[in-house]
């Protein structure tokens, strides 16, 4: 009797340290829209792994890439209810929830990639206006991921303004990007992303605007072969987390976020620099073609988008973060 108590309770104290073991482990949730080898997986990726190491593996991530949750503004969506955790959402999408957001959309706002890290990095100017803006919406700001600059990918050659005059094209849904097509003569359709491909088949629309980067780790090559490098924007993603579920964690595991997301800033940055010497070389040996139009005439015809984006309450709120970024030397 004696020896059978004894087999019970051990059996008791196994399950009671299982139980605890699995207690310590919080398995959280990422959504990330892009294929693995694009840019802003891997940099999630470099989150996610960082942060696990910090605490231990106590914090598990699982990252749900490939559009596995839905598109971004679904995935946005689902992180403010608090059933997703964790996500790199494009500002242009995450902008239909915090309007604000569409100052990274603005035609031609940076140079270069040098001026959209002064913006990011250079000072807290950009962080400190965003933090208070997403808390409002029901998101905690971890970070930016800088994801390459975006171009139009289509069915024809573009080598001037008058190639684009009365062609459809597929923009994220952003506000500021369908008035910027708009404002070149063209047929805005915005179009969440992982309906992009079948409406290039199925020729919904001519073209599409997008990174050369996300255009090739899509394959979108095997649909369309065309590519005008305009740079209309530089694309900055945010990193973001439910504000619900910030609140559930505790201070020692807040603080390997922050530091987990510093990490993937850190490794994006240099990332997409040593990424940019080759993605066109990578993209042209996949049969395809790159024009490089002048930019000027596409500037010049998109310089109303930034008083349309003034006259609306979030603009108009917005403007000194614009009139920072551009004062950026």
């Known amino acids: 009797m004696i ?51 910090l605490t231990g593996g106590k914090v598990k991530v699982v990252h749900h890439h490939s559009g596995a ?8 969506q689902q992180i403010q209810l608090g059933t997703v955790d964790f996500g790199p959402i494009t500002t242009a999408p995450l902008s239909t929830l915090v309007p604000e957001m569409s100052v990274f959309q603005l035609p031609y ?24 803006v ?37 923009v994220q849904e952003d506000k ?14 915005p179009i969440a992303f992982p309906e992009v491909a079948t409406s290039l088949q199925t020729k ?23 590519v005008a490098d305009v740079r209309h924007t530089h694309q900055a993603v945010a990193l973001i987390m439910s504000k619900a579920s910030w609140a559930k964690q ?4 807040q603080k390997a976020i922050m530091e987990a997301a510093k990490h993937a800033e850190q490794w994006n940055r240099k990332f997409i620099l040593d990424e940019d010497k080759s993605i066109q070389d990578q993209v042209r040996a996949k049969g395809v073609s790159i024009t490089k139009p002048d930019a000027a ?23 000194k973060v614009v009139d920072h970024i551009l004062s950026l030397k």
């Open 297 to 319: 005439p596409f500037r010049e015809a998109t310089k109303s988008v930034y008083e349309e984006f003034y006259a609306t309450p979030a603009g108009k709120d917005a403007r």
């Open 3 to 53: 020896r059978s108590l004894m087999a019970v309770a051990s059996v008791v104290a196994m399950v009671a340290m299982a139980g605890a073991a699995a207690a310590q482990t919080r398995e959280l949730v990422l959504g990330n829209v892009n294929p693995p080898k694009h840019g802003t997986s891997q940099t999630s990726q470099q989150f996610v792994d960082k942060l696990a190491e």
């Open 250 to 253: 505790d201070a020692a595991t």
């Open 176 to 189: 500021i990007l369908v008035a910027t097509f708009k404002a070149l003569g063209m047929i805005s359709t």
């Open 204 to 226: 919904v629309i001519d073209f599409a605007e997008g990174g050369i980067n996300t255009y090739y780790h899509n394959k979108f090559y095997d649909i369309v072969k065309h």
């Open 109 to 132: 706002i940076f140079r270069d990639y040098q001026h959209v890290y002064a913006a990011l990095d250079g000072s807290d100017t950009v962080r400190k206006y965003y933090e208070p």
């Open 134 to 170: 997403l808390d409002r919406k029901g998101f905690k700001l971890l970070g930016f991921i800088a994801a390459g600059y975006r171009g139009i990918y289509g069915h024809y050659p573009i080598n001037s303004v008058a190639d684009v005059k009365g062609k459809k094209i597929r």
């Open 69 to 76: 949750l839905g598109g971004e503004r679904e995935v946005a």
